[in-house]
């Protein structure tokens, strides 16, 4: 802990921060802190407040509540000129009447370094990001995946304690977004500089981030490691945005010592081995479709719930059924298409699953 | 019948073009071409003579007293532009922090409002405020500054502060469009790169923003080089460039060395444009790579405070002289005396009175809107014939029809004189509306092209024509409240027509023509 109350291992912590627009709260209560180093990925839909978050980092909005630590100094009145964090705009803002060369010196040259440190910078980081060679040429001499670049260099010259991205790869198709994914995960782990890399991309934040805070309506919904999110989604909100899963309303009908319970949904009676849930409590369940084992009826083990499919949809490697099983309950089960047996529309079958499998959700 | 159709069809562009091209061709290049040849005449004792000779053209370039006028007006020119520059970027970045959208249509309105007012009465409002007994020399003599009134005017200090309040409007409006188009997230990149505010304006706002600087320098350079009633007026004969040489050596029938002066004048003037042109050219890469995005507020600091101050001086510049001429039109002195003495509207009762500006107003009100009817008509034809028709040489027409727009007003002016005079059209009602339709013609071309007949009312002002020339004249021998009543007529009169002329025009469609944000 430092002075005056910072984890001394966060670059960067938000503490209770919120910051309203009249009657619109952008960031509502969020506190979080980000950890020297990481990948962390700030995920959610449009309007969640995912660039008021990383503006309010670097400095372009003030919070209307609550503090902002930069490596343990309190920075809420420290304009973003001086701030040692970077921002890349979702739209680059390059300097449309420079250079590569003279974009990435900007940030030194307004600092006053000396000449040849700064040559010596911004050639080496020109060659990080693979643009050695493009000095002389403008903006619009190159192309979005290259542009992108000189933003980064731009930004990673000046040694941020911070780089914020608000989802750079946006403007870019499908191709040159998942080259640029690699590409940007290995300068930062070859730079070694903490990113805050905002996305409404939940397959770029999983395959990207050592963490990610997933955010609804300007609140933290769940923060935590990839894998974790995605096998113990929180919030029906998080299951959902997460990967495509069974959302279950169920009944809790026994609870043991254990943390383990039986619960109830439409005629469909179930056991899981953690649950944080009071008998007779109404909550909702997230069951992963790829975690659902389905076999033929008359093979059905003791613990399979008996159902009926009603589609079937070839996916390639996949396999996606729908199954009507208890009173009506439709649960989506997903196959490989190889090593798993087939069925088709109409056919009886069985359900099973792990009891770790299913996820009771808070809401 | 039919043929008739088919020929009208196929030959469509063509006839919509015609009138511009005659109106262009008939008024203004014979006009030129003609004063390009009476250069070559020869002036000798006072007699103008059709023979051949080089004369005027040797004693232009081997007086050293011409070399002086040019040098003369290249400086005035120059100074006028550096001046506008100084005050215009200003203003026009003040412009862009206004939040409140009032004041932004009422700060709008009082910069270009003296377009919309005659020369002569701007001119007559700064006698009013610079001369020795004028406002300001009277108010720093009464809280005591100076002991005696300072020269404001006859000199160039008065031709300059004058210049630079007509023309201010063509420095701030293209810097403003350039400023209004600039993405705000280019400003927040420098913010987050360690530039402070300063620092960002002057590496990433001011260079982006030439362009519109190129721009607007480039008219101003191009009016100033060629104004002639304000150094005429408010020069006290010290201020001695090219306009008004050719003015006296018209005056003096010496024709061929105000044509010699004229084509000078022309030169200079597409050297200028040139210049400007090649300047704007290699301004040209800097297109931004993202599309302009609405900015964000900004705390408000010491900067924008001065900012706000530096935008109502300039209002006050601005509205000035015309405000002390409305004033002064009350005034119960005969002398131009401030503070009034007393209250009169003998001033009025004069006006209505004095046949030569009866004749004028009347003569104005026919002439304006003659040629106005004429150059819009014309002008709309053309533009549809230009922006839908496939017309070979579309370039080249549009400059040609632009082109007296790009001319000395007074090269122009004189030429069109000469022309007349040898067609012996001269003083016929006819040929004035052909004169000023063809000086309109390029704004009617531009306006209606760009679908802003709303703007065309900026042609219907009722200046330019022959009630200016007449209290022009009565300018330069009596100096009495009489011009200011009628100057307050001009103005009121032209408030009435822009107030009607709005009325045809949405609320909500004015603020976006005005705002275009
Ligand atoms: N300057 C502002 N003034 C008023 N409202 C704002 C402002 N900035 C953001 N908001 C509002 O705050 C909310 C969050 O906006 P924000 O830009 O942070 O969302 P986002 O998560 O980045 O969305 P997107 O994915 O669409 O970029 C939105 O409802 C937005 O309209
Ligand atoms: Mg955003």
């Known amino acids: 802990m430092s002075a005056d109350g910072a984890r001394a291992s966060d670059v960067i912590e938000l503490r209770d921060v919120t910051r309203s627009f009249g009657e619109v709260v952008a960031v509502d209560h969020v506190s979080l802190g980000i950890r020297q180093g990481e990948f962390f990925a700030l995920l959610g839909p449009s309007g969640c407040g995912k660039t008021t978050t990383l503006r309010i980092m670097a400095g372009f909005e003030r919070p209307s509540s609550g503090d902002v630590y930069l490596r343990g100094r309190r920075v809420n009145d420290v304009p973003p000129y001086r701030r040692e964090t970077n921002l890349i705009f979702q739209q680059l803002a390059l300097f449309p009447h420079m250079d590569v060369y003279d974009n990435v010196a900007f940030g030194l040259r307004v600092k006053r370094r000396p000449a040849a440190e700064t040559a010596d910078r911004v050639r080496s980081v020109l060659q990080l990001v693979d643009l050695a060679g493009y000095e002389r040429r403008r903006m619009h001499e190159l192309s979005g995946g290259q542009q992108q670049r000189v933003a980064i260099a731009r930004a990673l010259v000046n040694e941020p304690a911070v780089l914020l991205l608000d989802e750079p790869l946006g403007a870019l198709d499908l191709k040159l977004r998942l080259q640029m994914q690699r590409e940007l995960k290995a300068m930062q782990r070859r730079s070694g500089t903490t990113f805050v890399y905002v996305t409404h991309d939940q397959g770029e934040a999983l395959a990207m981030a050592d963490r990610v805070a997933v955010m609804q309506l300007g609140k933290i919904a769940q923060l935590g490691a990839p894998e974790h999110i995605y096998s113990r989604p929180a919030t029906r909100f998080v299951a959902h945005f997460i990967g495509d899963t069974n959302i279950i309303p169920v009944t809790v009908r026994e609870r043991g010592v254990d943390g383990s319970a039986v619960l109830e949904a439409n005629g469909l009676r179930f056991a899981v081995t953690d649950a944080d849930a009071r008998p007779g409590e109404t909550r909702h369940v997230s069951l ?22 009603t589609d079937v949809t070839f996916l390639g490697p996949l396999t996606r059924y729908e199954v009507s099983v208890g009173e009506g309950v439709r649960l989506v089960v997903q196959t490989q298409t190889e090593s798993e047996e087939h069925f088709r529309r109409d056919d009886r079958v069985s359900l099973s699953w792990a009891p770790n499998a299913p996820v009771v959700l808070k809401d | 019948m039919a043929a008739a159709f088919a020929f009208v069809a196929r030959r469509r562009a063509s006839l919509q073009l015609l009138p511009a091209f005659a109106l262009t061709a008939g008024m203004f290049a014979s006009a030129m071409l003609l004063l390009f040849s009476y250069s070559a005449y020869t002036f000798r004792g006072g007699q103008l003579t059709e023979e051949v000779s080089f004369l005027a053209w040797q004693k232009f370039f081997t007086d050293p007293f011409y070399f002086g006028v040019v040098a003369k007006t290249l400086q005035l020119a120059l100074g006028v532009t550096a001046a506008a520059l100084a005050i215009g970027y200003p203003t026009a970045y003040a412009l862009t922090k206004v939040r409140s959208s009032k004041l932004l249509v009422a700060a709008y309105i009082v910069i270009f409002s003296p377009l919309l007012v005659s020369l002569v009465v701007r001119v007559y409002g700064w006698l009013l405020l610079l001369s020795d007994n004028g406002v300001i020399n009277q108010a720093l003599l009464a809280i005591g500054v100076i002991a005696e009134p300072i020269r404001l005017i006859y000199n160039e200090a008065g031709v300059v502060i004058a210049l630079v309040h007509i023309l201010l409007p063509f420095m701030i409006f293209p810097i403003l469009s350039v400023l209004l188009q600039f993405d705000h997230a280019l400003r927040e990149a420098a913010n987050d790169l360690g530039a402070n505010r300063v620092q960002a304006f ?301 009325r045809f025009v949405r609320g909500a469609e004015l603020a976006r023509l005005v705002a275009r944000r």
């Open chain 1, 288 to 309: 992963r479709p790829e975690k659902i084992r389905i076999a033929a009826a008359h093979a059905a083990r003791p613990d399979g719930h008996a159902g009926t499919v």
């Open chain 2, 202 to 502: 002057l590496r990433v706002v001011f260079p982006m923003s030439l362009p519109g600087v190129v721009a607007g320098c480039q008219i101003v350079f191009t009016l100033a080089i060629s104004a002639f009633v304000t150094p005429e007026l408010l020069g006290g004969g010290k201020v001695q460039v090219l306009s008004r040489a050719i003015w006296f050596n018209v005056v003096d029938v010496n024709w061929p060395l105000a044509a010699v002066e004229a084509i000078v004048l022309l030169v200079l003037a597409l050297a200028a444009l040139a210049v400007f042109d090649l300047a704007a050219r290699s301004l040209r890469a800097m297109r931004p790579t993202g599309s302009p995005r609405p900015r964000r507020d900004s705390p408000g600091g010491f900067i924008d405070r001065a900012l706000r101050i530096v935008l109502f001086a300039v209002l006050a510049f601005v509205l000035s002289p015309l405000v002390f001429v409305v004033i002064n039109s009350f005034n119960g002195s005969a002398f131009n005396s401030f503070p009034p003495q007393g209250f009169s509207l003998q001033w009025y009762r004069f006006v209505l009175g004095y046949a030569p500006f009866r004749e004028g107003m009347v003569n104005s009100l026919i002439i304006a809107s003659a040629s106005t009817l004429v150059a819009v008509a014309a002008g709309m034809l053309a533009a549809l014939a230009l922006t839908r028709g496939k017309v070979r040489g579309r370039g080249a027409l549009n400059a040609f029809f632009l082109s007296p727009l790009v001319m000395p007003r007074v090269a122009v002016g004189i030429a069109v004189f000469i022309l007349l005079i040898r067609l012996r059209l001269f003083g016929t009602t006819g040929s004035l509306v052909l004169v000023h339709a063809m000086l309109s013609l390029p704004f009617a071309l531009v306006l209606t092209s760009f679908d802003e007949t709303e703007a065309s009312i900026f042609l219907v002002r009722p200046s330019n024509t022959t009630l200016p020339i007449q209290m022009f004249l009565y300018l330069e021998q009596y100096q009495n409240p009489t011009l200011a009543a009628l100057s307050t007529l001009l103005i009121a009169a032209t408030i009435i027509l822009v107030v009607v002329a709005l």
